[in-house]
């Protein structure tokens, strides 16, 4: 099965309203405005750990708005603030899981930061270990499958799930869990989606260190599943890809193996220099072409967003992030009696 080009797509971007590209610049941004300020608390020594999804908002807000949000599941991975965001995370869920911080949604203050989990927008909870949460999200597949092919589920109803999310890093896909996910999809022809967002790094390790193929897309024919590459930073190309593979996945036809090539603006994570592995040259060229200018300008060209409403988004991000940040500051830490709630043993 050979990996699909852009130029074999149909082009549904062409059908989003004003209203809806606008939103999807404003998930963007705001997501962004949220990461920054995370940066920041990090050096300022007010939070402990940080990883940053900078560079990734274009492919992450793409595929939440190609979805069925808060009704298909998603199990993404710890750089999907912009992804997560996008299904209903807020700047306060986001700051108290941070800060450590008592109503922290995804595990009360248990977890690591960016280790989402929430049942109300069907986000599964993963574990720090990459790609981990592939066989989780086939598994997840099959049970909607299993369920929708045993009349458990209607295929018509638009409020039940008809497919699962995943995403990782390119590194991720030397690990054995995600082969041993991506060969189950394909022998189950899964409902199933799995977005690689390749920044170029496993961590320090260049692409050319990890994998003797050009594009990680072309390892799907070995699952039996559809690849594609495509540019990670382009939102509106990004949300056509995935619209595809959306209907893939609803019309009973299969799993969809997506590659994003995005480049990742900040080093790993907070306890990472990146001066030592990739020149600074690199590193600016790619804030040049940002998802998030290039966006701006497509928006601004055709008319849809202007300087006044760019200005009031940013003052209304900025807002938010405020408050949240100040919110989470003055929350309590958890209470000791709440060590032994939700926990198996």
């Known amino acids: 099965m050979s990996a699909l080009t852009k130029t074999q797509l149909s082009r549904p971007s062409e059908q989003l309203s004003n209203e ?32 940053s999804g900078m560079g990734h908002e274009a ?89 929708r092919e045993n009349g458990l589920l209607d295929p018509n109803d638009a409020a039940q ?42 961590i320090s390790v260049p692409i050319e260190q990890q994998m003797a193929v050009s594009h990680v897309a072309e390892r799907a024919i ?22 595809a593979a959306v209907a893939r996945a609803y019309n009973g036809e299969g799993a969809t193996l997506i590659e994003a090539k995005c480049y990742r603006l900040t080093p790993h994570s907070s306890d990472d220099d990146d001066r030592s592995y990739r020149p600074r040259e690199e590193v600016e060229e790619a804030k040049r072409t940002d998802a998030i200018l290039r966006y701006e300008q497509h928006l601004m060209g055709r008319g849809i967003l202007s300087d006044a409403l760019k200005q ?13 940040q100040r919110y989470a500051e003055n929350a309590p830490y958890p209470e000791e009696s709440s060590l032994y709630e939700d926990i198996y043993a």
Not at 177 to 188: L, S
């Open 20 to 51: 809806t590209l606008l939103d999807m610049y404003w998930h963007m941004l705001l997501s962004r405005r949220t990461d920054e300020r995370a940066w920041v608390l990090h050096r300022q020594g007010k939070i402990a750990f940080h990883i």
């Open 59 to 147: 492919t992450q807000v793409g595929a939440a708005f190609a979805i069925n949000r808060g009704v298909d599941y998603v199990v993404p991975y710890y750089r999907d603030l912009a992804l997560v965001m996008a299904l209903g995370i807020t700047p306060r869920d986001f700051m108290l899981s941070l800060f450590g911080k008592a109503g922290e949604i995804s595990s009360k203050a248990r977890q690591m930061p960016s280790h989402w989990g929430s049942k109300a927008h069907h986000i599964l909870s993963t574990s720090s270990p990459v790609a981990t949460q592939v066989p989780q999200a086939a598994g997840m597949a099959f049970a909607i499958k299993y369920q």
């Open 161 to 202: 799930p008809r497919l699962a999310l995943t995403c990782l890093g390119e590194g991720s896909t030397s690990q054995g869990e995600w082969h041993e996910g991506m060969n189950w999809a394909g022998v189950h022809t899964l409902p199933f989606i799995c977005i690689v967002q390749n920044n170029n790094y496993a």
């Open 222 to 243: 070995a699952y039996g599943v559809q690849g594609v590459t495509v540019d990670g930073t382009d939102i509106l190309a990004f949300y056509d890809v995935m619209r």
């Open 312 to 324: 009031d988004y940013e003052q209304r991000a900025r807002q938010m992030v405020d408050e949240a």
